[in-house]
């Protein structure tokens, strides 16, 4: 079994920050890409900020400039800075990864159950 396990979501003001932590446990063997995606009510789920295992990232043009996405590979743990918030960023965030549980098993992707964010005006 694989869990993603998110944490640090809440309400903050505009213009707050907050930091969103996910954490990967179980049997794994290797972890390629970690991603943070959200989705508001009545919209569809949308890719926020990817990491891969290198280190290389990308980002919604939407939060260009004011999120950092960064991963402990020690950790299995993939963190979602968020500053300057805005009203529009609010949602339910939700961790992704592609996992590969054994040398012998293909890569899966795998969810978290997502933490609610909050912003308001």
């Known amino acids: 079994q694989v869990q993603l396990v998110e944490s640090g979501g809440g309400l903050v003001q505009a213009g707050g920050s907050l930091r969103l932590s996910c954490a990967a446990s179980?049997?794994?063997?290797?972890?390629?890409?970690m991603d943070w995606y959200r989705q508001a009510p009545g919209k569809q789920r949308e890719l926020v900020a990817a990491?891969?295992?290198?280190?290389?990232?990308n980002y919604a043009d939407s939060v260009k400039g004011r999120f950092t996405i960064s991963r402990d590979n020690a950790k299995n743990t993939v963190y979602l800075q968020m500053n300057s918030l805005k009203p529009e960023d609010t949602g339910n965030y939700y961790c992704?990864?592609?996992?590969?549980?054994?040398?012998?098993?293909?890569?899966?992707?795998?969810w978290g159950q997502g933490t609610q964010v909050t912003v308001s005006s």
């Open positions: 992704h990864a592609l996992i590969k549980r054994s040398l012998v098993t293909a890569i899966r992707d795998y």
């Open positions: 179980g049997s794994i063997f290797s972890i390629n890409a």
């Open positions: 990491v891969t295992s290198g280190g290389s990232t």
